[in-house]
């Protein structure tokens, strides 16, 4: 059973794996919404530990972005494979989006 991950405020759960180049270079974007106060959740799909979620969230491909209302609910999910710029453009729709929830 999936872990409930919401942190009572809106967040972003980034699925991603250490032999993903997308996933390495959207760092210092993931790091950059984090530091205007998203709350930024990564999972490391190489650890099994979170098949569960993998599996809850519909998680086929990485990098896999997840918006996440104040109560751990799934809004959107970006689909995958994507190239880096389309998931920065992603991600920057699901920080604002967050921000007015």
């Known amino acids: 059973m999936a872990r409930r991950l919401g942190t009572g405020r809106p967040s972003v759960l980034v699925?991603?794996?250490s032999a993903c180049q997308v996933c390495s270079s959207l760092?210092?974007?993931l790091d950059r919404e984090a530091e205007r106060g998203l709350d930024v959740l990564r999972l490391d799909t190489d650890c099994q530990?979170?098949?569960p979620e993998v599996l809850h969230y519909g998680v086929e491909k990485v990098p896999c972005l997840v918006l996440?209302?104040?109560r751990g609910r799934a809004l959107a999910r970006s689909e995958g494979p994507r190239t880096r710029e389309a998931m920065v453009s992603c991600l920057g729709a699901m920080a604002e989006t967050?921000?007015?929830?």
Do not use: I, K, M, V
Not at 98 to 101: M, P, S
């Open 98 to 101: 967050a921000r007015e929830l």
């Open 68 to 70: 996440l209302d104040r």
């Open 15 to 17: 699925f991603h794996s």
């Open 27 to 29: 760092r210092p974007d």
């Open 49 to 51: 530990g979170w098949a």
